[in-house]
C-alpha cells in the first residue's frame, strides 16, 4: 500500500528494498534477449530457480509461478481438481480476488464469519457446509497467518480441500511451519503491495506431486511447453487438459529471486516494529486484532476499537500525526461489493444474496490498521508509539 501525502514514512515493504540487485537481474535476462521461461537463445532459467527457491520459503515440494494471485489461487483450485458448481467458503474479510479465483474456477463462493483475528473462525466455519461444499479458503490476512489448525480439523472431518490465500503473507509462518504448505495447495501474490515484488506475479505451492503437475499443465495451454521443452515433464498417464496461459516471464522471475533473500529479514523486522508498538502501549486500554501465531506474524498493527465512529476517530488521529492508517477495505466484507452480494459473474447471476455476516461486517468496521512499511526507522516507530498514545486518549476498553 502506498503512503498518502503528508505521512511520515512510506508504506512499502519489498518495493522499498529495490535496489542493484533487482536492476542487474532484469538487465541479465534483457542482455541475455530471453525473457520466456521455456526457451529463448541464451535461457538462464530464472523462472525454475525462483520456484525452487520459494519451495523452501514456503516449506513444500513444489512451487509454480504464475502471472499474478489471482492466478494463482486459480490455477490452485483447478489443480485440486475442483468440480463445476462447487461451493468453496471464503472468509468475509478478505480482497475480491479471493471470490474472483472461485469464479474463475466455476465454483461458487459461500460466505463465512471471521473472529477477532480478523480471519476465518473456525467455530462459525461448520455452519456454512453443505452438501455441495468442496473446500474452503482461509486467508492469511494482513501477515498473520489464520487459525490452520482447528480450521483444518474442520476441512479434514468434511473431506473438504483446503486452499491457502497467502497473497498477503509470503514468509509467514504458523506454529513453527510457513504458510503455503499448510493446506492442500497455497497461493501467493506479488503485486506490488505484497512482500516481495516485480509489479506483477504469483505462486502456487503444494507437495502434491500430482496438484503440481496439474497446475504446471493448466498455467502453460495443458502443457504446450512444460511436457515439449521444460525441465518438468507431466506426468505421462494422466489424461490431457487444455489449459491457459497464466505463466511468468523470466524477467518478473529475476526481479522475485533477486528479491527473496530479504523477505524473512524484512519480516522479522516489522514482526519486531509492531512488537515495539505493542509494548509501548500496552499500559493503554486498547485491543489488537488477535493473532492465531504472532510469533510466526511479519509485522500486524490492527486496533479493534468500540465502534466505527471510534475507528474512525483514531485513523484521523494518527494520520493528523503523519501514521498512515486505514480501516482495511474500507470497513466493507466482502459481500458488500455488488457484484459478490448480486452473484453476478461475467456469464451471468450464479448464486443468491448471501446472508449479512454481523459479526464480520462489525469486527472489520471498528478495525484500524496502521500501515508499516520496510524503510522505518527507529525514530518513525517511536512516533507511531507516541501517535496512538494520542490518538487512543479517552477511548474506553474495546469490548
Ligand atoms: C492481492 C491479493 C490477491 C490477488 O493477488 P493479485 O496478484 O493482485 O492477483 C488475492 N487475495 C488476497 C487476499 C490479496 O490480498
Redesign the pocket.
Not at 68 to 73: D, H, M, P, V
Given at each position: 500500500m502506498s503512503d498518502g501525502p503528508g505521512m511520515r514514512y512510506e508504506t512499502w515493504r519489498a518495493l522499498a528494498l529495490w535496489g542493484a540487485e533487482e536492476e542487474a537481474a532484469a538487465l541479465e535476462v534483457i542482455r541475455s534477449r530471453s525473457p520466456f521461461r521455456y526457451y529463448g537463445p541464451d535461457l538462464a532459467h530464472r523462472t525454475d530457480a525462483f520456484e525452487a527457491a520459494f519451495s523452501e520459503v514456503a516449506g513444500v515440494a513444489h512451487t509454480v509461478a504464475v502471472s499474478?494471485?489471482?492466478?494463482?489461487?486459480t490455477a490452485a483450485l483447478i489443480g485440486l481438481g475442483i468440480p463445476a458448481g462447487a461451493e468453496v467458503i471464503v472468509p468475509a474479510v478478505?480482497?475480491v480476488?479471493?471470490v474472483g479465483?472461485v469464479v474463475g474456477a466455476r465454483g461458487v463462493p459461500v460466505f463465512a464469519e471471521v473472529d477477532d483475528s480478523l480471519t476465518l473462525d473456525p467455530a462459525r466455519l461448520e455452519e456454512r457446509i453443505t452438501g455441495r461444499t468442496w473446500g474452503v479458503m482461509p486467508?492469511?490476512?494482513n501477515n498473520a497467518a489464520a487459525d490452520m489448525d482447528p480450521i483444518t480439523e474442520v476441512a479434514r472431518r468434511h473431506g473438504l480441500r483446503v486452499v491457502e490465500?497467502a497473497?498477503?503473507a509470503a514468509g509467514i509462518r504458523y506454529r513453527g511451519r510457513p504458510v503455503g504448505g499448510l493446506g492442500d495447495a497455497g497461493?501467493f501474490?506479488?503485486?506490488l503491495?505484497?512482500n516481495i515484488t516485480a509489479g506483477?506475479?504469483?505462486a502456487v505451492t503444494t507437495s502434491d506431486a500430482d496438484v503440481h503437475d496439474r497446475v504446471a499443465r493448466y498455467q502453460d495451454q495443458g502443457g504446450q511447453f512444460t511436457t515439449a521443452r521444460g525441465a518438468t515433464r507431466g506426468t505421462a498417464d494422466a489424461p490431457p487438459f487444455v489449459g491457459t496461459n497464466l505463466r511468468m516471464t523470466e524477467l518478473t522471475a529475476a526481479v522475485l529471486g533477486a528479491q527473496l533473500p530479504r523477505l524473512l529479514p524484512m519480516c522479522r523486522r516489522l514482526r519486531d516494529v509492531a512488537r515495539r508498538v505493542r509494548a509501548g502501549t500496552a499500559d493503554l486500554p486498547v485491543r489488537w486484532r488477535r493473532l492465531p501465531d504472532e510469533e510466526g506474524s511479519g509485522g500486524d498493527l490492527t486496533l479493534l476499537l468500540g465502534s466505527r465512529l471510534e475507528a474512525r476517530g483514531v485513523v484521523a488521529g494518527l494520520n493528523a500525526a503523519g501514521i498512515p492508517a486505514h480501516t482495511l477495505y474500507q470497513g466493507q466484507p466482502v459481500t458488500a461489493n455488488r457484484a459478490v452480494r448480486e452473484g453476478r459473474t461475467p456469464w451471468g447471476v450464479e448464486w443468491e444474496r448471501p446472508p449479512r455476516l454481523r459479526t464480520s461486517e462489525a469486527l472489520l468496521g471498528r478495525s484500524v490498521t496502521i500501515a508499516l512499511g520496510a524503510a522505518m526507522t527507529d525514530d518513525d516507530v517511536d512516533a507511531v508509539v507516541d501517535a496512538v498514545r494520542k490518538a487512543c486518549q479517552g477511548i474506553s476498553a474495546a469490548g
Open positions: 499474478s494471485g489471482t492466478a494463482a489461487l478478505t480482497f480476488a479471493s479465483a486467508v492469511h490476512l490465500d497473497a498477503q497461493a501474490s506479488f503485486q503491495d505484497k506483477e506475479g504469483g
